[in-house]
């Protein structure tokens, strides 16, 4: 069964910095791309990063480029997002979803979220 | 960036109704559209991908159609668990991006 769990958010000032993790099980994770997708409070989706299966490439959404950065470790199942400069409007619900396919590809599994919260 | 438009942004419809959510591309993506539905405090969950492959599992009612530009989410008669909020997404270049949203609402 595939599982993504989420972990890592929080309540945090403007300019601070978290990280996220996403430990996943049920599937190989060097075989898969991985995604960030986020969701503030009361809106729709906002894609944020992706990252092929090797993790040799990585993509950002432009409000987010410069002060995110995605990775994996393949040994430890998890996926990351680094979170620096953060900003109110970062705040959201943080999902990590798992792609159909290597490098891109329709996300199939999501985890169940985590809240990150931006405030002074 | 690709926009993605969703119409309508809020649809009230009744159990057995035909409904029809339509995504519209600001350029080709050729079929790289995946439909997802999401419910209250839930993440989403993935319907259809490829414009119109149905994801294992996803009640045959379901169903997904268009390519380039234009595109279609039809749930041939709509059941209480299907009122939700719906997105679709396109994975065809980055950034992705997803469109507003349809609301399904009861009437």
């Known amino acids: 069964e595939v599982q993504l769990l989420e972990s890592g958010g929080g309540l945090v000032q403007p300019g601070g910095s978290l990280r996220l993790s996403c430990a996943v099980s049920g599937f190989t994770l060097s075989s898969y791309a991985m995604s960030w997708v986020r969701q503030a409070p009361g809106k729709g989706l906002e894609w944020v990063s992706t990252?092929?299966?090797?993790?040799?490439?990585?993509y950002y959404a432009d409000s987010v480029k410069g002060r995110f950065t995605i990775s994996r470790d393949n040994s430890k199942n998890t996926l990351y997002l680094q979170m620096n400069s953060l900003r109110v409007e970062d705040t959201a619900v943080y999902y990590c979803?798992?792609?159909?396919?290597?490098?891109?590809?329709?996300?199939?599994?999501w985890g169940q979220g985590t809240l990150v919260t931006v405030s002074s | 960036d690709i926009q993605m438009t969703q119409s309508p942004s809020t649809l009230s419809a009744s159990v057995g109704d035909r409904v029809t959510i339509t995504c519209r591309a600001s350029q080709s993506i050729n079929s790289w559209l995946a439909w997802y539905q999401q419910k209250p405090g839930r993440a989403p969950k993935l319907l259809i991908y490829k414009a119109s492959s149905l994801e294992s599992g996803v009640p045959s009612r379901f169903s997904g159609s268009g390519s380039g530009t234009e595109f279609t989410l039809t749930i041939s008669s709509l059941q209480p668990d299907d009122f939700a909020t719906y997105y679709c997404?396109?994975?065809?270049?980055?950034?992705?991006?997803f469109g507003q949203g349809t609301k399904v609402e009861i009437k």
């Open positions: 979803a798992k792609s159909d396919g290597y490098n891109s590809g329709a996300l199939e599994y």
């Open positions: 990252i092929s299966g090797s993790g040799g490439s990585t």
């Open positions: 997404q396109q994975y065809n270049s980055y950034p992705w991006t």
